[in-house]
């Protein structure tokens, strides 16, 4: 079952206590266009991988988290997100 969820730029993530003190159970995490460095998303990609999730990183640029994604994309948004879906559900 997919149940996606997002938060745009700008927004606090909600119901963030539930979320943190909940084990993740997230198969994968998906980060497009963020670099990384503003909380609370800074720390979120780093909880779901030690979770056990496969991270994949959209972005056209590389930050200084990208080596710890699994799995990242050097491409616009509006090229690899339609390619990531195909792969993941094909």
Same mark, same amino acid.
């Given at each position: 079952?997919?149940?996606?969820?997002?938060?745009?730029?700008?927004?606090?993530?909600?119901?963030?206590?539930?979320?943190?003190?909940?084990?993740?159970?997230?198969?994968?995490?998906?980060? &497009?266009? +963020?670099?990384?460095?503003?909380?609370?998303?800074?720390?979120? $990609?780093?909880?779901? @991988?030690?979770?056990? *999730?496969?991270? &994949?990183? +959209?972005?056209?640029?590389?930050?200084?988290?990208?080596?710890? $994604?699994?799995?990242? @994309?050097?491409?616009? *948004?509006?090229?690899?997100?339609?390619?990531?879906?195909?792969?993941?559900?094909?």
């Amino acid at each position: 079952m997919l149940q996606p969820d997002i938060v745009w730029f700008r927004e606090i993530r909600y119901h963030l206590e539930e979320i943190d003190q909940t084990p993740g159970d997230a198969k994968v995490f998906l980060s &497009i266009r +963020i670099s990384g460095h503003a909380y609370p998303v800074a720390g979120s $990609f780093e909880r779901a @991988r030690s979770d056990g *999730a496969w991270c &994949i990183k +959209i972005n056209k640029d590389q930050t200084e988290f990208s080596p710890h $994604f699994d799995d990242k @994309r050097f491409e616009p *948004a509006a090229v690899e997100v339609p390619k990531l879906v195909d792969e993941l559900f094909r």
